[in-house]
């Protein structure tokens, strides 16, 4: 934290960890010159829990029920990230059934993570109406992962080769339904957002931004079209960028999409290759081969990916996470400088973080 020493009538200030405007155990040091911020130094560490090292000493399936309290509004994207790299490591093919049902569930959650950002962000500029409008929605998405799940947010649902069980007899009907109400309410959300400013190109690309975050700063970047994971290149959708960000409606229409074109057959791939248990015994010698894999999706805040290092056993050598909530964050000191006390929790509001995903 950078102080000028000549100045003698600075006030340095704690907000966090407990304060209710942190959205989770944040703390941060700030610096103030009366109302104006002239630096901000955000305290991380308060919500760590070892997920990566939990990792190198779980196999997936042990490991899938901890994944969702990473970024617990965005549970999908985590276990997805969870399966996939071994999904690439032993060339294990989904089924098309179980890529449509993930997609499905990706875009769903995708909704309902940017509807628990923006009720309570609107609450934060003293707004309340959108804090209860979210929830109507929410909870029609959260009865359809209930159904499909068994459980409304921690969902252990994804599988390497495909998901734990197929979509229940009606759930189709029920969630085209919530895509014919949602998509009459969107006009009244589009009249309660408050456009955050525009950053500069580059800058966004220098401090590694992602998400809607990037494309709030007009670059046109979807790891949905850039990787062409999972069947997205099957939807007709755009990537919404600059002043828009992610748009709820094109995930409707991605949902609506995959509702009408799900194909019959498998849900998981039961012939997967299986995975040995134990660690050869010479993993730890100077001379061993390990594979090194990284694996990335779009989540709702950003590139969601797992740096992975390891052989053919159950157990990683390395699990390392790159949650787009950490690296956003890193913005902060610089958005807040030469604005008023009263901006920060707009500001930080805006940005969308998790203190799950931050801390691991």
């Not at 989770?24 to 103030?32: A, D, E, F, M, S």
Request: some cysteine.
């Amino acid at each position: 934290m950078i102080v000028s020493a000549t100045r003698k009538d600075l006030m340095i200030v704690n907000m966090g960890p407990h304060h209710p405007s942190m959205h989770g155990v944040l703390r941060l040091i700030i610096t103030l010159d009366g109302e104006d911020v002239i630096d901000c130094e955000p305290i991380l560490g308060y919500l760590h829990r070892g997920m990566e090292k939990i990792a190198e000493n779980r196999t997936i399936i042990q490991y899938l029920p901890y994944v969702t309290r990473w970024d617990y509004l965005a549970t999908m994207f985590t276990e997805a990230i969870t399966v996939n790299g071994p999904e690439q490591l032993g060339n294990i093919q989904v089924p098309k059934r179980a890529r449509y049902i993930r997609v499905i569930m990706f875009e769903l959650i995708r909704i309902a993570s940017h509807l628990l950002w923006l009720g309570p962000f609107i609450a934060d500029i003293g707004a309340q109406t959108a804090f209860f409008y979210i929830f109507r929605e929410r909870e029609l998405i959260y009865d359809l992962f209930e159904a499909a799940t068994g459980m409304r947010m921690m969902h252990n649902y994804f599988r390497i080769g495909g998901v734990a069980a197929d979509l229940p007899h009606g759930w189709i009907d029920k969630c085209l339904d919530l895509c014919d109400y949602f998509l009459t309410g969107v006009a009244e959300y589009q009249k309660l957002i408050t456009r955050n400013p525009i950053f500069l190109e580059r800058e966004a690309i220098n401090w590694g931004l992602s998400g809607p975050m990037l494309r709030a700063s007009g670059i046109q970047w979807d790891l949905r079209k850039v990787d062409h994971y999972e069947c997205y290149d099957e939807f007709d959708w755009d990537v919404q960028w600059q002043k828009e960000g992610d748009s709820l409606a094109q995930s409707i229409k991605i949902i609506q999409q995959a509702l009408e074109g799900i194909p019959g057959g498998p849900y998981e791939n039961l012939e997967a290759r299986r995975f040995d248990k134990a660690r050869d015994s010479d993993w730890n010698d100077f001379d061993y081969r390990f594979i090194k894999l990284y694996v990335r999706v779009e989540a709702p805040k950003g590139e969601l990916g797992v740096f992975l290092i390891g052989d053919h056993s159950a157990f990683p050598w390395r699990w390392k996470i790159r949650p787009p909530g950490f690296i956003n964050l890193q913005i902060l000191p610089q958005l807040v400088k030469r604005m008023k006390l009263a901006d920060i929790m707009t500001i930080l509001g805006s940005i969308d973080i998790i203190m799950g995903e931050v801390d691991r």
